[in-house]
C-alpha cells in the first residue's frame, strides 16, 4: 500500500517511476504521499497500467472524461475517443457511461490504454436498480458497494464518490431555494435515492467500510462535490459550505486510514 510504504519512508516502485516521469526527487514524492498532499493513480489489477502522480510539486494533469448515453452506445466511438485523447496528451481517462454494456465498455477501456482509468460507480448501480428494479428507488446499499467493488477488482484506478451528500446538506438545499438546484448527475442520483426511501447516504453512512475496500483494492478516492454551483447565484450557499464541511472532515479520515 502506498500511504502505509511512504509512511515508513520507503519507496515503492510506483513512487520510483512517478519521480522519474515528473523529474523530482524520489525523497519528494515519498513526503508528498506520506502525507496526503500527493497521490499515485495506480491499481495493481492492472499490468499494463502507468502510475500517474497528482499533487502538490507535480504537473498539472489533464483527465479526459469519455462515456456512452442511452441515445448513443457505440463501444468503437468511445475507443476511439480515449485513443485520441491519449495521443493529444491526457493524462487520465473518465468513464462516465450510463448506457449499453457497462462492463464491456469499462473492460475494454481498461485494456486500450494503460493511463489510469476512473469511474463514478452510481452510475452503474442506478442502471442496474432500474433494469433489475424499475428505477434507482430500488437500489439497495449493497448494490452500490458491490459495484464499488466489482469495478476495483477489475483494475479501476480511481473513483468518484459523492460521500458528503448528507440528509443535513439536503436540508439546507431545501432551505436555500437554488436556482439550479443539483448539478451533479452523481448527486443528483442519490440524492433522489435518500429523499424516496427517507434515508441517509450509504457513502456517508459507511465511510469507513468504503476507505477499508478501496484501500484493500489500492484504489485512490475522488470525493465528489455533489452540490457544486451551477451558477453565481448558487454559490457558496449553506448546501454547497455544507458538503465541503462534511468532505473536509473526511478527507483527514481517509488520510487516518491510509486510504489515498
Not at 466511438?77 to 491526457?90: I, P, S
Request: net charge negative.
Amino acid at each position: 500500500m502506498q500511504v502505509k510504504a511512504a509512511r515508513s519512508g520507503r519507496a515503492t516502485g510506483e513512487m520510483t517511476a512517478v519521480a522519474l516521469a515528473e523529474g523530482v526527487e524520489v525523497d519528494a514524492v515519498i513526503e508528498g504521499v506520506a502525507s496526503g498532499e500527493m497521490v499515485i493513480l495506480h491499481s495493481a489489477a492492472r499490468s499494463h497500467g502507468v502510475p500517474v502522480g497528482i499533487g502538490k510539486g507535480l504537473r498539472t494533469k489533464v483527465n479526459a472524461n469519455v462515456g456512452t448515453s442511452e441515445q448513443r452506445s457505440s463501444l468503437e466511438e468511445e475507443l476511439e475517443k480515449t485513443h485520441a485523447a491519449v495521443d493529444a496528451g491526457a493524462d487520465t481517462i473518465m468513464d462516465l457511461s450510463t448506457g449499453g454494456d457497462l462492463r464491456a465498455i469499462r473492460g475494454a477501456l481498461l485494456d486500450a490504454v494503460s493511463v489510469p482509468l476512473g469511474t463514478v460507480p452510481i452510475y452503474q448501480a442506478a442502471f442496474e436498480a432500474r433494469e433489475r428494479r424499475g428505477s434507482i428507488a430500488g437500489m439497495r446499499v449493497d448494490d452500490l458497494f458491490s459495484v464499488i467493488e466489482e469495478q476495483a477488482r477489475e483494475g479501476v484506478d480511481f473513483m468518484t464518490l459523492h460521500c458528503g451528500v448528507t440528509r443535513h446538506v439536503l436540508e439546507h438545499l431545501r432551505r436555500s431555494g437554488r436556482q439550479a438546484g443539483i448539478v451533479s448527475r452523481g448527486g443528483a442520483l442519490l440524492a433522489g435515492w435518500m429523499l424516496h426511501n427517507d434515508a441517509e447516504n450509504p457513502l456517508y453512512e459507511h465511510y469507513d467500510h468504503l476507505l477499508e475496500l478501496l484501500a484493500g483494492h489500492g484504489v485512490t478516492i475522488s470525493l465528489g462535490d455533489a452540490l457544486r454551483p451551477g451558477c453565481i447565484a448558487d454559490a457558496t450557499d449553506p448546501a454547497q459550505v455544507g458538503e465541503m464541511l462534511v468532505l473536509g472532515e473526511f478527507v483527514l479520515r481517509a488520510r487516518e486510514a491510509g486510504c489515498r
